[in-house]
């Protein structure tokens, strides 16, 4: 059974990440608090031990229900894919940041569609499918990375083209070649944000029937 109230539990071909139990699919993941079946973020970041490459992402997180701080400094995270493009986590609910900083944005590229935060304090769904960029033996980019990006089941980013990894400090860019899969990374930013329910699934084509 699935602890989630919002979308159900992960279908059968779907590894479970985080089961509400442990997180020993994660490097730093002793150093985050269990309780009552959520994670909750303390000290430093956590990256999983294996790697993916095309995949559908599933994580549902909360806000602290006390609201302290804004912008940036309220309810902040985000989940990277091959531990280099964030989606951003962040308390969006009647807080003004700059537009490609929201809860839903693939940082600091661009904004979601729709703010579909709800209050914090309460459990909110992501689900994102992510296509892995293409690199020749050369480290060029033959194929972007895309990435779709449902928030509590609403979608605000729509096969949306990565320009290159999201940095803070400058311009995106694919500047740096890398292998075809990749950790997930959950940020640590200060904020005791929490976490449950957390399964992927590696998108493959389906096999060819004769």
């Known amino acids: 059974m699935c602890s989630s109230d919002l979308v159900g539990g992960p279908p059968s071909d779907a590894r ?4 509400g139990k442990s997180l020993d699919q994660w490097q730093g993941g002793e150093k985050w608090e269990i ?6 973020a303390r000290e430093t970041g956590i990256t999983t031990k294996d790697s993916f490459g095309d995949c559908q992402l599933h994580l549902e997180w909360a806000s602290p229900d006390k609201v302290e701080g804004d912008g940036q400094g309220r309810g902040n ?3 990277y894919l091959m531990g280099r493009y964030e989606v951003q986590i962040l308390d969006s609910f009647k807080n003004t940041t700059y537009f490609d900083g929201q809860a839903g944005s693939l940082y600091k590229q661009t904004p979601p569609m729709v703010n579909a935060c709800r209050k914090p304090g309460e459990w909110q769904s992501y689900d994102i499918l992510f296509t892995a960029p293409r690199m020749d033996p050369q480290g060029k980019v033959t194929t972007p990375a895309f990435v779709t990006v449902l928030h509590n089941g609403v979608v605000v980013q729509n096969h949306f083209e990565l320009k290159g990894g999201t940095f803070y400090e400058r311009p995106p860019a694919y500047d740096n070649p890398h292998p075809a899969t990749g950790p997930i990374h959950i940020q640590f930013h ?9 399964w992927i699934r590696e998108m493959k084509p389906a096999p060819v029937t004769k």
Do not use: C, E, Q, W
């Not at 200060?190 to 957390?198: A, L, S």
């Open 16 to 19: 479970r990440l985080f089961d």
């Open 35 to 40: 309780r009552d079946g959520h994670a909750i």
């Open 77 to 79: 995270s985000g989940v």
């Open 190 to 198: 200060g904020n005791p944000v929490k976490f449950r329910n957390i």
